[in-house]
């Protein structure tokens, strides 16, 4: 799992979302059918919320959108490659070690620890030295933690960064609908130990967490600010106040410029419709009404989420469906093996996503990794093939994509990505007959 897939192991069921193309996949069933709702267990429903949450943290705070943009530049060089060279051998060589390595510098050093092994996490320990250190040196911080089972404490524990943050918070959110979800310590319920030990006044507040860890993402360095925030709230401050307060009377300086943070935001959310403009060479509609609408309320210092999250119920569909109506929501993979996506005015299937869709399975054919040949989508359209008796796999599923003629989402992307004419020479790899 890459610092931008997030994915969450509960009770043995995987639930991921797949950030680089607007994907999501559930264990369970998804509570949307192709523009219409239906009720769904409560678990199922709780873990759809979970991954949700990783969607609107990506099209709504600057550290899901400093994502996409390294994601973007990295496609579009690899895309770049592939456009320039009628032979392709494949794996195709990775192009974007430039973008990659930005992208570690920039992001990895404060992303933190996504899990922890070396002691069980009963209570942690925060030394106000390791937040600053963490202030300077632009890192994730240190956390100490207390295992009450084995009676020890150990000082150097595991460190705090976005990903805990991330997690944190689609946890909380998560645990809204579903008391009962059993989640590691590390990432998922370390906002909730450090308020424990930091403000605990406001320990059983979850909603007012879940907007603490929010704000948090706004910031260069969400671990560090995470505390800032936490001992900022005031006594009767409820999350939407909070929320406003940091989006307008906060200032920062970026691009060189001094900027509120909801200035900045217009900019970022402009930037990532141009370059996913460029990438997929085709203006994305349906997601520009969508950003249109995240900018329209980062500049009025508001949040729709948070609003729903304190003053509507969730819960209800009709609720749920009045939230997906201002934000949308990615494509869905779900138990049932119907592919969910978003539907345009015409009650089709929006040609960006069918887009995005078709790359994600190009770039993971082309690029092998850990040497998979094999569609990713087979064992979905397999296990759809069998249930509803229909023709959607042959025999080139396994390896040459490119020459399969049943229509699917891969020969779609080799007609858009202009493949067809293209020769493929496979490298043998070690472990190959």
């Known amino acids: ?41 409560e678990r199922d429903y709780a873990s759809f919320i979970h991954e949700y949450i990783h969607y609107l943290q990506q099209i709504t705070t600057p550290y899901g959108l400093k994502t996409n943009w390294y994601f973007l ?26 973008a990659e390595a930005e992208f570690k510098k920039e992001l990895n050093t404060k992303a933190g620890s996504k899990s922890y092994k070396d002691a069980s996490v ?54 809204l609908f579903n008391s009962e979800i059993s989640h590691s310590e590390v990432p998922y319920q370390v906002a909730q130990l450090i308020c424990n030990e930091i403000r605990p006044d406001i320990r059983s507040n979850k909603k007012l967490l879940i907007s603490i860890c929010y704000i948090a993402l706004f910031f260069d ?16 401050e409820d999350g939407i106040s909070l929320f406003r307060r940091y989006m307008t009377q906060y200032s920062r300086t970026f691009n060189g410029v001094e900027m509120t943070h909801a200035t900045m935001m217009q900019i970022l959310m402009d930037d990532f419709i141009e370059r996913l403009e460029a990438l997929l060479g085709y203006r994305p509609v349906h ?26 119920d969730l819960s209800e569909l009709e609720e749920l469906g009045e939230m997906l109506d201002f934000y949308s929501y ?47 989508r087979f064992p979905i359209c397999d296990k759809l093939s069998r249930r509803k008796n229909i023709d959607l796999i042959d025999e080139n599923c396994a390896e040459t994509q490119w020459d399969k003629k049943i229509p699917c989402l891969f020969t779609g992307g080799v007609n858009y990505w202009k493949l067809s004419d293209k020769k493929f020479i496979q490298q043998k790899q070690q472990g190959d007959q």
Do not use: W
Not at 79 to 98: A, C, F, Q
Not at 124 to 141: F, G, M, Q
Not at 292 to 308: H, I, P, Q, V
């Open 1 to 41: 799992m890459s610092n931008t897939d997030y994915e969450s192991l509960i009770n043995g069921r995987t639930n991921k979302y797949e950030t680089k193309f607007f994907h999501m996949y559930l264990d369970g069933d998804s509570p949307i059918r192709n523009g219409t709702l239906k009720p769904v267990s």
């Open 73 to 98: 530049n990295s496609l579009l060089l690899y895309r770049g490659h592939v456009d320039s060279n009628t032979t392709l051998i494949l794996p195709v060589p990775d192009e974007t070690n430039k």
């Open 122 to 175: 009963d209570a942690v320990y925060i030394n106000l030295s390791d937040i600053e250190k963490a202030r300077i040196n632009d890192t994730a911080v240190n956390i100490g933690v207390y295992d009450f089972t084995l009676q020890r404490a150990l000082n150097d524990g595991f460190k705090f960064g976005y990903t805990c943050v991330m997690e944190g918070m689609a946890h909380l959110v998560q645990s």
């Open 221 to 236: 360095n969400p671990g560090v600010a995470f505390f800032d925030i936490l001992m900022s709230v005031g006594q009767d």
């Open 287 to 312: 997601l520009e009404k969508v950003i249109d609408n995240c900018k329209y309320e980062a500049m009025a210092g508001d949040s729709t989420l948070l609003r729903f999250i304190y003053e509507r």
């Open 330 to 376: 990615p494509a869905i993979d779900s138990a049932d093996n119907d592919l969910v996506v978003p539907l345009g005015s015409n009650g089709k299937p929006l040609t960006e996503t069918g887009i995005l869709l078709s790359l994600e399975l190009i770039h993971a054919r082309l690029k092998e990794e850990k040497g998979e040949k094999e569609c990713i």
